[in-house]
């Protein structure tokens, strides 16, 4: 698909296309490049991380889809833009409140850029309307998450509640409906801009993704319903006449809930005593 658009620089939307893929390629490789300068690799270490996090993302679409050579091997423009971000960040000390906060919302317009690229790439190559969503996804986030497994950490879309995946998701569906319509040039910067503006949006409102925590009352309901039907079971013999009845198998908050009354350190025979009566034995 590279060879598509950037034979037809030209054209309004092939000009669009490579101008936003290669932002792309620049902002990630160059995050690529400071996070080698925080790790203190060479002059070596700064140019594959850079190049892995500018072109992973979009090299393993193209693997899926079938378009091989990928994309960033046909045209020379991909690597060179890659090392040029390596570059910057080996040369210049970016650091401070100022760049955190540039930093951010450079790996918003990632998202965006690269959900929208990425999305059309798998248009052409006649993907579903679901699967150009998944490519979206994969170009957006992918160069991140390869380059976050290569200094051994867990890719922070899975663990810190930002909104990448969302925003990419939302570009995706923008520009593929921009398409059906025949609105591509439009579709490419627009849906662009929605991705990074969900993005940057979420930040500033403190929007995140919810966790297991989210279906706590859900639990607590749950929990409200097993003892209301555990206390309408018949007793259970026991030789203990202070026993009464085993309800069900509590759950781990049952039991944390019985320990939080106990001040300092627990010892053995508390913990019992709280197993005790979280299992409803008195």
Known sequence: MARMYF????????????????IGVFLNALMGGLVARRMRFDAVGFMLISIISGMAGGMIRDALIGSTPAAALQNPWYIGTALVGSLVAFALPLEGRAWELFRFHGDMVIVGVWAVTGTVTAL?????????????VLTA???????????????????????????????????????????ESAGLAVSALLGISLGVAAHWLHWSVP???????????????????????????SGD?????????????????????????VTHDE????LYRAYGLR
């Open 241 to 265: 006449e202070t026993a009464t009845t085993m309800v069900s198998a509590p759950t781990r908050k049952d039991v944390r809930d019985e320990l939080a009354a106990i001040d300092g350190e």
């Open 7 to 22: 034979d037809n620089v030209f054209t309004a939307v092939g000009f669009s296309f490579a101008v936003l893929d290669l």
């Open 124 to 136: 052409h190559a006649n993907v579903t309307w679901f699967g150009c969503i998944l490519m979206g």
């Open 211 to 237: 966790g297991a925590e989210a279906l706590a009352p859900v639990d607590s309901y749950f929990t409200r319903v097993k003892r209301k039907v555990g206390e309408k079971l018949p007793p259970v013999a």
């Open 271 to 274: 913990f019992v005593a709280a």
């Open 141 to 183: 986030t992918g160069g991140m998450v390869i380059r976050e497994i290569m200094i051994g950490q867990i890719p922070s879309i899975l663990v810190d509640r930002q909104w990448y995946v969302v925003p990419a998701i939302v570009a995706s569906i923008s520009v593929q409906l921009f398409y059906d319509v025949g609105w």
